[in-house]
């Protein structure tokens, strides 16, 4: 996939999202450029980033604002088991969030299907900036 490709995607997704969230919550590392690139086609200024332990599956970041009534996109690129989003969507749920989830593949057969996405795939495509 080349960037034109991934722009083009990700419009797709955005035209996808039914309302304008309060903010923009990326997964790191792969929800970072979607995510940031989404805020400009929501027109949302708020955006956070939360980090996942490859290995405990725990995060290791937290946001300090209040969440309370907000409603949030949490972000990713792909999905491959889901565990990233649905272990980030619960933490973002106890800080009082509305969350939607987002990314722009899944594989198929994974713990959590996000509420906005452009296809479920067995394989993945590479984006730009894994080149």
């Known amino acids: 996939m080349d960037w034109q490709e991934f722009e083009q995607a990700l419009a797709t997704l955005a035209n996808k999202i039914s309302e304008k969230p309060d903010a923009i919550v990326c997964v790191v590392r792969g929800g970072m450029i979607p995510g940031r690139l989404l805020c400009n086609h ?39 088991t889901g ?18 989830t987002a990314a722009m593949y899944c594989k198929p ?9 452009l296809e479920i795939r067995d394989k993945l495509p590479v984006f730009p900036w894994e080149n």
């Open 109 to 117: 057969g994974g713990l959590i299907v996000p509420d906005f996405y």
């Open 42 to 80: 929501l027109g949302v200024k708020q955006l956070y980033c939360l980090s996942i332990n490859k290995a405990t599956r725990q995060l290791t970041t937290d946001i300090l604002d209040d969440l309370t009534g907000q409603t949030v996109v949490l972000v990713e690129d792909t999905l491959e």
């Open 83 to 100: 565990t990233n989003l649905a272990t980030s969507k619960q933490y973002l749920e106890t800080r009082g969030a509305t969350v939607l």
